[in-house]
């Protein structure tokens, strides 16, 4: 019986910020909708990379716990999870541009 590695089909959102934070040094960016607080970054994927790891956070204290060790206050855990989707749609936001961006150019070239 053969055995196959199984294709990757997809990249990883952690490969994916890797890859773009090592060619997009400091990529700097804003956003000033017409409503609502301007959105900037001075460093997109050094930020996103951040939050990735919050997020996973969040979501592993949610999923498991350790034995012997203390679990996050309930209030605390809510907190930190808003904080982390509020940040996670700011992100989103500033990713949406910087593609469109990228589409962009990569259309003026051809």
Partial sequence: ??????????????????KCG?????????ILPRIGRPLNTEDLFTECQLWLKNRNYILHSFAKSKPKSSTLNVVEFHRQAIIAAEEGLRLTKLISKWHKQQLQRTNKIK
């Fill in 1 to 18: 019986m053969e055995i196959r590695e199984k294709e990757k089909k997809y990249v990883t959102t952690k490969e994916m910020l890797d």
């Fill in 22 to 30: 090592k060619h997009f040094k400091k990529m700097s960016l804003s």
